[in-house]
């Protein structure tokens, strides 16, 4: 089986000078606060998904694009004859277009047109009933005004202007879309993630590369053939729906928590690291179904059979969960990429180690790339004792986010290989301000 080697590069941007990324296996940042270490993994997570994405994003532009159309018509509609209006059918399913279509059918952009095209279809009859009852006033010049259409007296020619505009205008940007997802330009590719995540700036200079192979081109996006969804843990605080609401990176991660992947089988190695989380945990997460607000709850489960909210647990056991929830549902596979913001940040020094051995085994049994930032002593040497172990360490990369010799407050990654001496020298830096600040 071919090995499928990721090379990540992001330069000039925010707190970022120049980062090259080696992804190949175990990945571990390390540098200070505001050195750009989240903006690193925010970006990878958006360049990775966009890519897989692109084509059904594209799909849901051209139902946007539709709905906006019809929902202009709608106004037009309410002031139109009452003796006619249009299929209760086509209007309920354009108002819900976004749950009527599934933008993943190949059909997908034909059961759009047609969709609008039947709404056209009622709302000229309801058109040409109005225009042959109607007499010349302000109410009619308004419609026909808001319609963008002449008056010309003449109903079959109006309503037919009308439509013809219409449809070809919807085809036009049918034909659009499908461009754009044979051509995959870079410009789609940068405003769907500007849209849905909300960023302000595109950085310039990224790149992420599969077997040498660049992903972004001068015109175009390609497609990786081996590397399909990424997922970003902020903070295991991700798991309170009280709190995710309002955050992409939340929702996304809650929603794989609770929803099983298509054709979900789950392999002996997912199955033995699913055993050694309960192990350390003496319970599980689980899902509770509420059939009164039909909703999907997150709950944790011990071993003597109290269940309770996860959102309630501890913080440590939110941790182990999201990695148990993802390998039950089978989202982490050696087609996956986890990228973790400091995961010993409310673990015990024990379970750290602990972390640290269940992403080196994720990694060595399932395939999965991980990359994490971490502030934390015990986790770096127990990921690097931990992969030497299991033989995993020529897999294992370390980078430290040193500041540029020639622009202040900006930082360059420095690629340590499966060395730790460098970040363990920068933690000593705590120590001697303790005795600087404390007693000797």
Known sequence: MEKYDYE?????????????INLSGLTVLSGINGCGKSTISRWLYYIVNEDYDLATNLVRDYAKWIFDKFFDLRFASTDL??????????????????????????????????????????????????????????????????????DNNDTEEIVSTFLKREREGALSKKQEILENTEKRPVKAFF??????????????????????????GKDSVNTLFNLNR?????????????????????????????????????????????????????GYAIIKEDKISDSSELYFSDNIGNKFPLDEAATGYKTFSYIQRLLENGYLND????????????????????????????????????????????????????????????DTNFYIATPSETNKGKF?????????EDIFSSFNIALDRIKQYGME
């Open 335 to 394: 087609k996956t990429l986890l990228l973790i913001d400091e995961p010993e940040a409310h673990l015990h020094p024990q379970w750290i180690v602990e972390f640290a051995r269940i992403l080196v085994l994720i990694h060595k049994n399932v395939g999965t790339k991980i990359m994490i930032a971490s502030h934390n002593p015990d986790m770096v040497a127990a990921i690097q004792s931990i992969a030497r172990k299991e033989g995993e360490l020529d």
């Open 81 to 150: 004859n009452r003796t006619f209006r249009p299929s209760t059918d086509t209007t309920l399913r354009l108002m819900r277009l976004e749950d009527t279509i599934n933008p993943k059918d190949p059909n997908a952009l034909d059961n759009i047109y047609n969709l609008y095209n039947n709404y056209l279809n009622d709302f000229s009859n309801q058109l040409s009933i109005y225009l042959t009852q109607a007499e010349k006033g302000a109410r009619r010049k308004r419609i026909l005004n808001f319609l963008h259409v002449e």
């Open 412 to 420: 360059v990654y420095k690629d340590l290989g499966p060395n730790i």
């Open 230 to 282: 990424a997922i970003y843990v902020d903070s295991p605080m991700a798991v309170s729906e009280r709190l995710s609401q309002d955050n992409y990176f939340w929702s996304d991660l809650r929603k794989l928590m609770i929803q099983p992947k298509l054709h979900n089988d789950i392999g002996k190695e997912e199955k033995k690291l699913l055993i050694r989380i309960r192990g350390i945990l003496h």
């Open 191 to 216: 405003h769907h993630i500007k849209s849905n995540y909300g960023e302000a700036d595109i950085p310039s200079k990224i790149q992420l590369k599969e077997n040498h192979v660049s992903l972004i």
């Open 8 to 20: 990540y590069s992001l330069m000039d941007y925010r707190a970022i000078e120049k980062a090259n």
